[in-house]
């Protein structure tokens, strides 16, 4: 079992839609998560934090945190084409390593 | 503000040689974290740097090594390249040491190893 798992997808949605993107974690002393948008050839961006169970919102963006079921899921509302890119997901191991999922390819389709 | 800076942009190297690739943060943070990412998957965490000193360090093998300057900037070196060290180096600043705390990361350097 991988220690951080997404959905490499890709992941269709149409634009103006809701995309939907999760992610599990296997460690339950995980404190810290991170969502992060990489579009190809460039280096991640990040989009969001989230430290404590329940949502958290920024602007089109909602992170979501379940520690119970080591679940956190990223909601982009009215999705637009320029959402198009792999989310990373990153959750910490220990004091100052971040594990990362291998990413989800997100396609907004006009 | 300037974000995080990385040079060089691209290199090529042949099997055997070394390379030493340099990161600036962004102002005011005093933390560098290193990651190494291969096509279709995510960062895989090599060091991370505070005040100088080497705070966590992932499963690479010696070959790779780093360190951090007194103005907070850093290096990373590999030795011996192999050419499953090809892939893209990010550096990540953060305002200090740990995982819990925002990382951003500079353009990277993508390695080739031939």
């Known amino acids: 079992q991988k220690e951080v798992e997404q959905n490499s997808g890709p992941l269709s949605v149409p634009e103006g839609a809701i995309a939907s993107l999760n992610c599990t974690y296997s460690d339950r002393v995980s404190q810290s998560f991170f969502w992060y948008r990489q579009y190809s050839g460039k280096s991640p961006e990040l989009i969001m934090s989230i430290y404590s169970n329940g949502d958290k919102e920024d602007g089109r963006f909602t992170a979501q945190l379940n520690k119970a079921s080591q679940y956190v899921s990223l909601l982009i509302r009215d999705s637009q084409p320029s959402d198009s890119a792999t989310y990373l997901c990153a959750v910490n191991r220990s004091n100052y390593q971040l594990i990362w999922g291998a990413g989800t390819k997100l396609i907004i389709k006009p | 503000d300037a974000g995080v800076t990385q040079s060089p942009t691209h290199l090529i190297k042949t099997r055997g040689q070394h390379v030493t690739l340099r990161c600036s943060p962004i102002?005011?943070?005093?933390?560098v974290s290193w990651y190494q990412q291969v096509l279709g998957q995510g960062p895989q965490f090599i060091f991370q740097?505070?005040?100088?000193?080497?705070?966590g360090r992932g499963n690479f093998p010696d070959r790779f090594s780093a360190r951090q300057f007194p103005n907070y900037s850093s290096e990373l070196n590999v030795n011996a390249l192999l050419l499953g060290d090809s892939a893209l180096y990010l550096c990540?600043?953060?305002?200090?040491?740990?995982?819990?705390?925002?990382?951003?990361f500079g353009p990277g350097t993508r390695l080739t190893v031939l």
């Open positions: 740097y505070y005040e100088k000193e080497e705070r």
């Open positions: 102002s005011g943070h005093k933390s």
């Open positions: 990540a600043s953060s305002l200090i040491a740990g995982a819990y705390n925002e990382q951003f």
